[in-house]
């Protein structure tokens, strides 16, 4: 449970291959493309990490003695054609009840906290700016900008939301014209986007995940020290990255 958030989802992709195609070049290295090997890095990052934070967690906060491990096996035979297909239209019919509902819903807030009041300071004197404007200094040595902390807190419902949130952002600045990955190019530094995607690997940017490791742990205790370590882990990775990426002249 501790360590299963590290793992990557569907719904880190959206924001990953945001990212990705707006500031990695197409240019192949070796018989791979760069772009594939940022997305595998991403991947295995994610990878690393929980069998590191396993390792240490094993010694330090949930020590204690060897427990089997009890795994249910479905019975193997061959997929029927029918069902296979039912299920996935099931699926994905629901995911995008869920995620467009609240992708939908939080845009419409966001849209409105971002147009109101009125300002002869722009987004910074809106609601979402004032409410940006109090994590920004915590972001801002790992090369976050205000619109990357107002896009953050709707990112919490869930992870895939960044992706509207940050749409709606610039395109109420007058960036409604130019697609978002052009906008993002014309606006943040590469140790930026690098830093946002190191972000993304560790954030507990999800909601539904939280509430099920309350579910499952029933303790408050676990599910906050959930959050912290994992919040943790994300700011010193992107601020590693972004200051890595800043000396190195990207």
Known sequence: IMIAPLMT????LPVYTLIIAAFIPQTDVGPFGLQGIVMFALYAAGIASAVVVAFVLKRTLTKGPPQALLMELPTYKAPDLRDFLTNLGARAWAFLRRAGGVIFVVSVVLWFLVSYPESAHGIRGSFAGMLGGLIEPVLRPIGFNLEIAIALVPG???REVAVGALGTVYALQGNGEQSLGSTLQS??????ALAFLAWYVYAPQCVATLAVAKRETNSWRWTAVIVVYLFVLAYVAAGITYWTATRAGL
């Open 156 to 158: 919490l419902a869930a």
């Open 187 to 192: 606006s943040w530094s590469l140790p930026t």
């Open 9 to 12: 989802c569907s719904a880190r």
